[in-house]
């Protein structure tokens, strides 16, 4: 066997696993700064994993064929090819084992009879492809069966208190209120995606009940059909921040 080709076939590996890393790097930053739409963005994601394990198995062929004593030349780039490939593939990996441990809904809610409803956000649900409205039942039951554990907060403290603490909270995990309204204990904010910069939008919903007062809440994705759990975990920390 002769050692030139097998110097063309390391270069070609490394580059694709480069290549990999590139993709998956680029993604996220890409979509958040507009350059190219989510769906780009996820293709990327999807492209970096195909390319990193080409190059992963490519890169784990050359360093078997470092067994043999005069094909050791070069060592260095299958290895690192193997290193950079793992990194491309590890990240889509994790995304894929959480898509497939939660439902693949994007609409979540402390009370599926009466989901708050977005007023000040109308106009952005409208726009999105995701819509407004609640998916009902079928969504409910998903829910139901991925999230038993949220359920809506009962506080001490009368409704108007129990707002300013919820405007608080939200303020505390980043989201940017968008209104906020004492009369029928609402607020509204959006929260962008720290990788993606997806746009996921929140109604929090207070009302009196007894001395004290219920907060109900819904986080609803503008684009996807799976939010790989974001809107629970978000509404779990919320609830928790007031708890």
Do not use: C
């Not at 293709?43 to 078997?64: D, E, H, N, Q």
């Not at 780039?77 to 995304?95: D, E, T």
């Not at 402390?110 to 956000?121: E, I, R, S």
């Not at 608080?168 to 209120?177: F, L, P, Q, T, Y």
């Amino acid at each position: 066997m002769k050692v030139a080709p097998l110097d063309t076939a390391r270069a070609i590996t490394l580059a694709i696993a480069f290549a990999a890393v590139f993709l998956l790097l680029a993604s996220g930053p890409g979509t958040r700064a507009g350059f190219w739409g989510w769906q780009a963005g996820i293709a990327m994601v999807r492209w970096a994993f195909y390319l990193g394990a080409g190059a992963g198995v490519s890169a784990a062929a050359l360093l078997i064929l470092l067994a043999v004593p005069k094909l050791r030349a070069r060592a260095w780039m299958p290895m690192l090819a193997l290193g950079l490939a793992l990194v491309a593939i590890v990240p889509p990996l994790i995304l894929l084992s959480n898509a497939k441990s939660v439902p693949r809904i994007h609409d979540i809610t402390t009370d599926m009879a009466d989901p708050p409803a977005f007023v000040a956000l109308m106009d952005a649900r409208t726009r999105a492809p995701n819509g407004f409205a609640y998916g009902g039942e079928a969504v409910a039951a998903l829910q139901r069966s991925g999230y038993p554990d949220l359920k809506p907060l009962v506080m001490k403290a009368p409704a108007r208190d129990a707002l300013q603490r919820a405007i608080d909270a939200a303020r505390s995990m980043g989201w940017e209120v968008v209104s906020s309204d004492a009369a029928t204990g609402r607020i509204e904010a959006t929260d962008t995606t720290r990788w993606f910069g997806f746009k996921d939008d929140i109604v929090v919903r207070i009302r009196p009940e007894g001395e004290g007062s219920r907060v109900d809440v819904r986080s609803v994705s503008r684009v996807g059909l799976s939010d790989l759990g974001a809107n629970a975990n978000r509404v779990r920390g919320f609830l928790a921040r007031l708890a």
